[in-house]
């Protein structure tokens, strides 16, 4: 059984910074993709960051060059570094990650619980 624990949120003054973690645990045989979504009040859950297990990222043109996303796959953990947060960030950030609990399964989608970023002055 696969789980997903995000970590980090809290509640930031507009242009501060907070850094999210998720830890993926369980049965695991691999992590391919690895995410960060949010979701706002009233609001569709959205992208914010994407990164793949070689590396490469995309992100949401909202938070390009303010957020930057990263992992570590030694340690199955992806992390989140929020700088000039602004009171439009504010959302519950998912963390997500395609896994495949053994050779030759096809990656699933797994999600954490979500952690709440709130800022406000």
């Known amino acids: 059984q696969v789980q997903l624990v ?8 507009p242009g501060g910074s907070l850094r999210l973690s998720c830890a993926a645990s369980g049965t695991i ?3 391919q993709a ?13 992208l914010v960051a994407r990164i793949t297990n070689g590396g490469s990222s995309n992100y949401a043109d909202s938070v390009k060059g303010r957020f ?14 929020m700088n000039r947060l602004k009171p439009e960030d504010t959302a519950v950030y998912y963390c997500s990650a ?4 053994n050779r030759g399964l096809v990656p699933l989608d797994y999600w954490g619980q979500g952690t709440q970023v709130t800022v406000s002055s």
């Open 34 to 46: 690895m995410g960060w979504y949010r979701q706002a009040p009233g609001k569709q859950r959205e």
């Open 98 to 101: 395609d896994i495949s609990e």
């Open 68 to 81: 930057t996303i990263s992992r570590d796959n030694a340690k199955n953990m992806v992390y989140l570094q």
């Open 29 to 31: 045989f691999s992590i």
């Open 6 to 13: 995000e970590s980090g949120g809290g509640l930031v003054q």
